[in-house]
């Protein structure tokens, strides 16, 4: 707790009181209000090297990679996206409030496709020095962390000395067996559900979507143990995946995204925080890192 | 944060301490254990007359009324379903990480289906009295709620004088319009997305998911705004609502559900709290409320 006073220093334009602030801080604070608001400098394009493109039958799901925060993981899916190893492959398990999973449905078997040069293994990027990263807090009581925020654009936890992405809803992680080591990014997972924050700092989380994520988390759940599906016929083909700058530009998503260092930022996680909609009756003025939501919209 | 030394010593088997507690305490402390080491009086099975049965054309979903929290509310859904009032009306609202809604579709048209001998305006079942109902808290740092526990089973948050239902995935709650008192529980939703806690207190909640629920949660999205369908063929019809207690006895569940005031549930929580299983690296020793999860499971 003893961090919270620095962030309400570095949080100039967020209230550290439980009580709203005052109104003429607050007249039009509303999430639209502060998108309506914002101008150019406020939005980000995010580089099109990376998004990944997974084309699904029901549709696309567009993520956007940190290799800030696991550079070994995203330098290894580039690899395989590279080589089409995911091209045929499958969502194999759709886990009720939790997770859905696509990879080769024969991995564990003779019959696994080849990782061709991609890497079999990868250690652990679980966590980041704190100081390897520009992090920005919020003024939020987390279950889980000492301290949460965004950093490159995505939501993370934090302690005195490591920094970590969180496993929020539509987070993007590499599977991994019972080593540290196991997982390559040839396994991924999205959060569909309750954020599963116990698995934060376990586990590489890789990138989150921006676009289209309601693909996966729609699906119909696996009746087998973990959600997995019991038979082919049940699974989802990934027809598939492509980084941004692979494709055609017809094809390319034209998206913009919140910056999150920004006082426009700061205002809106605000907005979320004391909800000015006159439907509400009693605002909670409370958030949760991964109720902010960072803003995605077709570029201007 | 006052209130938490009072938590600790209410809950002997917690741990109030960041460091997992000792290897002799936590031995085997896994949720499976904890299941498998409770006896006959750690479950308690539901009341037949609080089992709500939704029949959809993709299964049945079973909610666990709680008229401790919203007496008014839950007698209301009683009368509607004795009425028949939900028999062929449909699930109208897919909302990505947010809600699943059912109701009538014409609700807004002159060709709204009667209430019959509901009431129409139910004066909102926000809160309860903190003295009003026995509440266990467990030892979560909550973003929204200065503490958080169980009480009658379900999750709730709790601050000096008073307590409330949480929204957590599953949680069922009563739609209402712009005024406080316009819900009346002919508009019924579930939670299906990250826990939507900025609602708890805004909203009346009146029971909770025990079975089912992905049959509401892996619904297509709505396209239109806030995820309502945009024509009727999107909808899903809700065959049929009813009782567990109106039901032929082989159409009842038989389910059993974990008491949350015993020794047996403070040693589940805290088996949440400390993964013991060997995958967890770095374990958090922290939880959520809305990350528990109250065992339900076919009656022994």
Not at 22 to 34: G, N
Not at 108 to 129: C, W
Not at 216 to 238: C, D, H
Not at 242 to 264: A, H, K, V
Request: charged share 20%; with cysteine.
């Amino acid at each position: 707790m003893n961090l919270y006073p620095t962030i309400c220093v570095a949080l100039l334009l967020s209230s550290c009181a439980s009580a709203p602030p005052a109104a003429t801080q607050t007249k039009s604070l509303t999430p639209s209000s502060v998108i309506e608001q914002s101008t150019t400098a406020d939005w980000r394009q995010p580089d099109q090297q990376l998004l990944l493109h997974v084309k699904t039958t029901e549709g696309e799901v567009i993520f956007e990679l940190a290799p800030q925060f696991a550079p070994e993981h995203v330098a290894n899916v580039k690899t395989l996206v590279a080589e089409r190893y995911f091209d045929g492959l499958a969502v194999i398990r759709s886990h009720d409030n939790y997770v859905a999973q696509w990879g080769d449905p024969d991995a564990n078997t003779g019959k696994a496709r080849s990782l061709g040069n991609a890497r079999p293994k990868l250690e652990g990027e679980f966590v980041l020095s704190r100081d390897a990263i520009d992090f920005h807090p919020i003024d939020s009581r987390d279950a889980y962390a000492d301290v949460v925020g965004f950093a490159a654009g995505f939501a993370a936890g934090a302690d005195k000395d490591r920094i970590w992405l969180t496993h929020c809803y539509g987070a993007l992680g590499a599977g991994r067996g019972m080593e540290p080591d196991s997982g390559n990014g040839a396994e991924l997972y999205v959060v569909t559900g309750h954020s599963p924050r116990h698995l934060d700092r376990n586990v590489t989380l890789l990138g989150r979507a921006i676009s289209g994520v309601e693909h996966l988390s729609s699906l119909r759940r696996g009746t087998g143990t973990l959600g997995f599906y019991e038979t082919p016929e049940e699974t989802m083909p990934i027809q598939s995946i492509r980084l941004g700058s692979e494709l055609p530009p017809e094809q390319r998503s034209n998206l913009e995204i919140m910056r999150t260092d920004t006082e426009t930022f700061a205002r809106y996680v605000r907005s979320r925080t004391y909800r000015q909609h006159p439907w509400f009756i009693d605002q909670s003025g409370k958030i949760s890192v991964c109720n902010v939501g960072v803003p995605v919209r077709p570029a201007r």
